[in-house]
């Protein structure tokens, strides 16, 4: 009876799996397959002009994302694992009630900011950096307002990446006459490394993918930006305007194709050099 059980729930588990992977490829390949059929060199050398017709192809767009993606890590990556390492690292030798209470309500603020809708950041950022420090519809305040998203994600992984790590490792390092410090710098990250990478890439996967943020700070202008100043629009702001604005849904379609391939790309390059970074740190 045991055994069948076991049998059971390996097969219900294993079938499940299977679904979840035929689901998401079944969306990848459709898209991916209706969106090829209207890709040409021109596709990714020219930039959109606008109008109904959705006319030209998505050269400022990938350029935007890029410039878009860099910022944003720039400045969410340091903040962000500046206060995992602090959580984990520091956080539990504070001393007084005020640090502690600080701390919890850290916590509580990573939790809570980790499940807000990303236009309310959007919002956030469009009365702050838009307005307020008149950025405008630019670069900068998209950038700002897309590291206030993905700060929460990245502080939660690396919280997770560094729990994982064994207290041996910290102990054998202390014991060995290294300071905190040179323990977290010289082994404690380097264990860690893999983990804190995937929320990098959660986050920087997350800022190809978004729209609503970038609806209202980053302007939507078609043009290629060219200062922290400028407008633009990424790949995925693109997609919305196109299916949504204009008669073009095979450029839409197109668009989207090219964007599923790059965020795979992505993943794939991100995860083979982390792997090859683990490696070479044990």
């Known amino acids: 009876?045991?055994?069948?059980?076991?049998?059971?729930?390996?097969?219900?588990?294993?079938?499940?799996?299977?679904?979840?992977?035929?689901?998401?490829?079944?969306?990848?390949?459709?898209?991916?397959?209706?969106?090829?059929?209207?890709?040409?060199?021109?596709?990714?050398?020219?930039?959109?002009?606008?109008?109904?017709?959705?006319?030209?192809?998505?050269?400022?767009?990938?350029?935007?994302?890029?410039?878009?993606?860099?910022?944003?890590?720039?400045?969410?990556?340091?903040?962000?694992?500046?206060?995992?390492?602090?959580?984990?690292?520091?956080?539990?030798?504070?001393?007084?009630?005020?640090?502690?209470?600080?701390?919890?309500?850290?916590?509580?603020?990573?939790?809570?900011?980790?499940?807000?809708?990303?236009?309310?950041?959007?919002?956030?950022?469009?009365?702050?950096?838009?307005?307020?420090?008149?950025l405008g519809f630019s670069l900068a305040s998209a950038a700002l307002a897309g590291s206030c998203l993905i700060i929460p994600v990245i502080i939660r992984t690396t919280e997770e990446s560094l729990k994982a790590v064994p207290n041996s490792y910290r102990e054998g390092s202390l014991a060995l006459g290294a300071s905190r410090w040179e323990t977290i710098w010289k082994v404690i990250l380097p264990s860690a490394f893999p983990g804190i990478t995937t929320g990098i890439v959660l986050g920087a996967g997350r800022i190809v993918s978004e729209t609503a943020i970038f609806f209202v700070t980053l302007g939507g202008s078609y043009r290629t930006p060219t200062s922290l100043l400028s407008s633009g629009r990424s790949m995925a702001l693109h997609v919305y305007y196109l299916a949504m604005e204009t008669r073009a849904f095979d450029k839409a379609m197109a668009t989207a194709a090219v964007l599923v391939v790059l965020v795979i790309l992505m993943n794939l390059s991100i995860n083979m050099i982390s792997r090859r970074i683990s490696r070479d740190t044990r």
């Not at 990938?62 to 969410?76: F, K, M, N, S």
């Not at 959580?87 to 701390?103: C, H, P, S």
């Open 1 to 134: 009876m045991r055994k069948l059980v076991q049998n059971t729930a390996f097969t219900v588990f294993w079938m499940a799996g299977l679904v979840a992977v035929l689901i998401m490829l079944s969306v990848v390949g459709y898209v991916v397959f209706k969106g090829f059929a209207d890709i040409t060199p021109e596709f990714f050398t020219t930039s959109p002009r606008g109008g109904l017709s959705g006319e030209g192809g998505i050269q400022s767009t990938i350029i935007t994302t890029v410039y878009l993606v860099v910022l944003t890590l720039l400045v969410a990556t340091p903040l962000g694992v500046g206060a995992g390492i602090y959580l984990v690292e520091y956080a539990d030798q504070a001393r007084g009630g005020f640090m502690k209470r600080m701390t919890s309500a850290a916590r509580f603020g990573v939790e809570t900011l980790a499940g807000v809708p990303s236009i309310i950041f959007g919002l956030f950022g469009y009365a702050l950096f838009v307005t307020a420090l008149k």
